[in-house]
C-alpha cells in the first residue's frame, strides 16, 4: 500500500508542466517529416525546428508523414487521432497540409469517386485531394477546433514553395495557388485545363488557409512568401544545388530544411509566439545540439547527422575541429571515420554535416560527445544511447523469394510467424531480362498499381510521394511468449518498363500502422537493374505483435502510367527472440515514474515511457 501511495504521489507531481517546459508538435506532410538520415538525402524542416529553440523551455515532436494531405492525416489512426493522444494543455500544435491536398488538380477526391461509382467507371485508389475551399478548409477547421477543444493552441503555417521558377519568380502553382491550371466537376463531369484571373483565390490553398486562420481566430505563419523570398534569393540554380534533394522540385536536403526551420522559428518570434524560447544562432551553433540516438543493438553501428552552421561568421574564412569520444567515430565526408574531423568555412558562412557511427559493444547506458572547438569557441554535444545486448537470444528469420505468382509463402525459421499482402496492387506476371550489372537474363515477379479489388489500372499524374494505400507488405508476428529485436531487413528492388518508378519503405506495427518510420527511400529506379537494400533498422516487436515492412511505389510522371512495374525478390526479415521481462520487472519500470513522458488518471492507470504503454502492474499495452 506505501509502495502504491508513493507511486501516486510521484504521477500526481508528473501531471504538472516539467519545470515550465513547453511542447510544440508539428502535423504536416513530407516536407516537414523525419526520414532515416543512412538512406535519403530527402529533410523535413519539422526535424530541425527543436534547434532554433531553447531546447530547456521547449521539446518539439515532428509527427509529418509523407504523403499526407489534411484528409489522410486526419481520418488515418495512426496520425492524428494518436497525436491527440499526446496533447497536453497548453502544447502548440502546428499545422502544415497543402502538397498533397493539391492532387487531381483540386477536384476534391472523395467527390470524384462518387461521380465515377456513380457512373460505373474505375474508383480513384488516392483519395487525398481536397478542394481549398470546402474539404481543404473543412479540415484544418477539425485541426484547430480539436486542438482547442483540449486546450492547446493551434498555428496555421502556410506550406512551403515547391520550386516551381518562372525566370527568377517562383511562379503561381508553386506558391500552392493552382488558378492557372486546375480541374473541376461540371454536374458530374470532370473539366480539366481550367483557369481564373490572378486575383481570383478560388484555387489558392495558402489564401483558404488564411481564411480559416480569420473565421477561427487562430495564428497563421506565412511560410509560403518567406519560402518564397529565400528560393528567390538564391536563384534557381543555387537553389538545385544546395537546398533541394536532386531532381526534385518539391523536397529539400538539409540546408534547405535547416534554413525553412530557422525562417519557422522567425515567424513564430515575430508573431510573438514562443518568442522569448527562439533562439536564432548569430555564431557557429550544432543541430542538434544533443543527441539522442535512443535504442540501438550492442556491435550494430547506427548512423546519425550533427549539423555545423554559421552566418556572418568573423574571420570570413577558417576552420574547426571535431573530436569525438571514444563510443563514437564521425567523418566529414561519410566515407572515412575516425576519432577527429577538420572543417573549414569561407564567406563568413559555415554549413557542414558531421556523419556519426556508433561503436558500442556491450549494452547498457551509454554517453558520449562531440567537442567541436573554433578558436575560443567551444561547443559540446551529449549523445546517449541506450544499447541492447542481443546475446543469449533465438534467431528468427522470414523470407520471401517472391519468385512466382501468387507469391509463395515465407520460409521461418524460429518462433514466429509470417505473412504476405498487396494493397492496390496486383502480381501481373514473370520476366527474364533483369540485370544485376554482371549476369544478364535474371528473373522478377512484375507488379503493377490496381484498383482494391485487384484489377490492373493506370498509375495517376504527377505523384511526387507515396501513397499511404498502395504497398507490398510483408509481416512478421512475435508468438505471445517472446518479444523479437529486428536486426535486420534486406532485400531486392527493381522497376521495369520505366526509370521514374520511386518508392519508400516503411515500417509500422499492427493492424493500425502505427509508429510509422521511412527506413528507405529511392527515386528513379534504373529500368530492369537490381538494386539490393540491406538495412539495420533498431525495432523491437513485442510479444504477440505485428511488425509490417511496406514498399510503397509511385511513379513521378506527367501523364498516366500502364504496363509500369515495380519488382521485388530475396525479402528478408531476420532478428534474435527472447523471453519478456517478468512482470515483476515490468512493475518495477512502470513505478518508477521519474522518466515516464505522460500519465493518465482516468479511471484506469496507465504510464508511457520510453515510447512503451503500461499499466499500473506493469502489463505492457503498447
Given at each position: 500500500m506505501k509502495r502504491l501511495f508513493i507511486l501516486l504521489a510521484g504521477m500526481v507531481l508528473l501531471l504538472q508542466p516539467a519545470a515550465g517546459k513547453v511542447r510544440v508538435h508539428t502535423i504536416g506532410d513530407s516536407t516537414m517529416a523525419d526520414y532515416d538520415e543512412s538512406t535519403t538525402d530527402r529533410r523535413g524542416w519539422g526535424t530541425y525546428l527543436g534547434s532554433f529553440f531553447d531546447a530547456q523551455a521547449v521539446e518539439v515532436s515532428n509527427w509529418g508523414k509523407s504523403g499526407a494531405s489534411t484528409r489522410t492525416f486526419y481520418e488515418q489512426t495512426a496520425y492524428w487521432p494518436s497525436v491527440k493522444q499526446r496533447l497536453t494543455a497548453g502544447d502548440y500544435v502546428l499545422i502544415q497540409f497543402a502538397h498533397n491536398d493539391e492532387n487531381n488538380d483540386g477536384v476534391d477526391a472523395?467527390?470524384?469517386?462518387?461521380?465515377?461509382?456513380?457512373?460505373?467507371?474505375?474508383?480513384?485508389?488516392?483519395?487525398?485531394?481536397?478542394?481549398?475551399?470546402?474539404?481543404?478548409?473543412?479540415?484544418?477547421?477539425?485541426?484547430?477546433?480539436?486542438?482547442?477543444?483540449?486546450?492547446?493552441?493551434?498555428?496555421?503555417?502556410?506550406?512551403?514553395?515547391?520550386?516551381?521558377?518562372?525566370?527568377?519568380?517562383?511562379?503561381?502553382?508553386?506558391?500552392?495557388?493552382?488558378?492557372?491550371?486546375f480541374s473541376k466537376l461540371v454536374d458530374g463531369v470532370l473539366v480539366e485545363k481550367q483557369s481564373v484571373e490572378q486575383d481570383d483565390h478560388s484555387m489558392d490553398y495558402v489564401y483558404a488557409m488564411r481564411q480559416v486562420a480569420e473565421e477561427t481566430n487562430t495564428a497563421f505563419i506565412d511560410l509560403t512568401s518567406a519560402t518564397k523570398e529565400l528560393y528567390e534569393q538564391y536563384g534557381e540554380q543555387k537553389c538545385t544545388e544546395l537546398l533541394f534533394c536532386q531532381t526534385d522540385n518539391t523536397h529539400t536536403a538539409t540546408l534547405g530544411a535547416n534554413l525553412i526551420a530557422r525562417l519557422a522559428a522567425q515567424l513564430l518570434r515575430d508573431s510573438a509566439m514562443?518568442?522569448?524560447?527562439?533562439?536564432?544562432?548569430?555564431?557557429?551553433?550544432?543541430?542538434?545540439?544533443?543527441?539522442?540516438?535512443?535504442?540501438?543493438?550492442?556491435?550494430?553501428?547506427?548512423?546519425?547527422?550533427?549539423?555545423?552552421?554559421?552566418?556572418?561568421?568573423?574571420?570570413?574564412?577558417?576552420?574547426?575541429?571535431?573530436?569525438?569520444?571514444?563510443?563514437?567515430?564521425?567523418?566529414?565526408?561519410?566515407?572515412?571515420?575516425?576519432?577527429?574531423?577538420?572543417?573549414?568555412?569561407?564567406?563568413?558562412?559555415?554549413?557542414?554535416?558531421?556523419?556519426?557511427?556508433?561503436?558500442?559493444?556491450?549494452?547498457?547506458?551509454?554517453?558520449?560527445?562531440?567537442?567541436?572547438?573554433?578558436?575560443?569557441?567551444?561547443?559540446?554535444?551529449?549523445?546517449?544511447?541506450?544499447?541492447?545486448?542481443?546475446?543469449?537470444?533465438?534467431?528468427?528469420?522470414?523470407?520471401?523469394?517472391?519468385?512466382?505468382?501468387?507469391?509463395?509463402?515465407?520460409?521461418?525459421?524460429?518462433?514466429?510467424?509470417?505473412?504476405?499482402?498487396?494493397?492496390?496492387?496486383?502480381?501481373?506476371d514473370i520476366k527474364d531480362d533483369f540485370t544485376d550489372g554482371t549476369e544478364q537474363g535474371l528473373s522478377m515477379v512484375r507488379i503493377h498499381n490496381a484498383d482494391a479489388s485487384g484489377q490492373k489500372t493506370k498509375w495517376p499524374i504527377g505523384e511526387i510521394d507515396e501513397n499511404a494505400s498502395r504497398y507490398i507488405d510483408f509481416a512478421v508476428t512475435a508468438p505471445t511468449t517472446m518479444k523479437i529485436r529486428i536486426t535486420g531487413i534486406s532485400m531486392t528492388i527493381a522497376s521495369h518498363s520505366t526509370s521514374t518508378m520511386c518508392c519508400h519503405i516503411n515500417t509500422g506495427f499492427g493492424d493500425e500502422f502505427t509508429n510509422v518510420k521511412t527506413v528507405y527511400e529511392r527515386k528513379n529506379l534504373p529500368d530492369k537493374t537490381l538494386v539490393d537494400i540491406a538495412l539495420t533498422p533498431i525495432l523491437e516487436i513485442e510479444a504477440g505483435q505485428t511488425l509490417h515492412v511496406r514498399i510503397l511505389p509511385w511513379h513521378d510522371s506527367n501523364k498516366e502510367g500502364s504496363g509500369k512495374y515495380l519488382c521485388v525478390k530475396n525479402v528478408q526479415i531476420e532478428g534474435m527472440a527472447f523471453e519478456p521481462e517478468s512482470p515483476t520487472a515490468l512493475e518495477e519500470k512502470s513505478s518508477t515514474t521519474a522518466n515516464a513522458e505522460k500519465v493518465w488518471c482516468d479511471g484506469s492507470i496507465r504510464i508511457v515511457r520510453d515510447g512503451r504503454e503500461y499499466t499500473l502492474t506493469g502489463v505492457q499495452l503498447r
Open positions: 472523395v467527390e470524384y469517386n462518387d461521380v465515377l461509382k456513380a457512373a460505373g467507371k474505375a474508383e480513384l485508389t488516392d483519395l487525398r485531394g481536397t478542394h481549398p475551399q470546402t474539404t481543404y478548409k473543412a479540415y484544418l477547421r477539425h485541426f484547430v477546433e480539436e486542438t482547442t477543444a483540449a486546450g492547446c493552441i493551434p498555428v496555421l503555417v502556410a506550406p512551403i514553395c515547391r520550386k516551381y521558377f518562372d525566370g527568377n519568380t517562383i511562379r503561381r502553382n508553386g506558391r500552392h495557388d493552382l488558378g492557372d491550371k514562443l518568442a522569448e524560447h527562439v533562439r536564432i544562432p548569430v555564431s557557429i551553433s550544432a543541430s542538434p545540439a544533443s543527441l539522442t540516438i535512443g535504442e540501438t543493438y550492442a556491435g550494430v553501428a547506427v548512423k546519425k547527422e550533427v549539423l555545423l552552421t554559421g552566418f556572418g561568421l568573423v574571420p570570413e574564412s577558417g576552420s574547426l575541429t571535431v573530436t569525438a569520444s571514444s563510443g563514437l567515430t564521425i567523418s566529414a565526408d561519410n566515407v572515412t571515420f575516425g576519432q577527429t574531423a577538420t572543417v573549414s568555412y569561407a564567406g563568413s558562412t559555415l554549413f557542414q554535416r558531421i556523419y556519426i557511427r556508433t561503436a558500442y559493444e556491450k549494452g547498457g547506458e551509454a554517453t558520449d560527445s562531440l567537442t567541436i572547438v573554433s578558436g575560443e569557441r567551444r561547443i559540446v554535444v551529449p549523445v546517449t544511447a541506450s544499447v541492447l545486448s542481443l546475446s543469449g537470444g533465438t534467431a528468427v528469420r522470414a523470407y520471401w523469394a517472391v519468385d512466382n505468382r501468387p507469391v509463395p509463402p515465407a520460409e521461418v525459421t524460429g518462433p514466429i510467424t509470417a505473412e504476405f499482402g498487396l494493397s492496390n496492387m496486383v502480381a501481373t
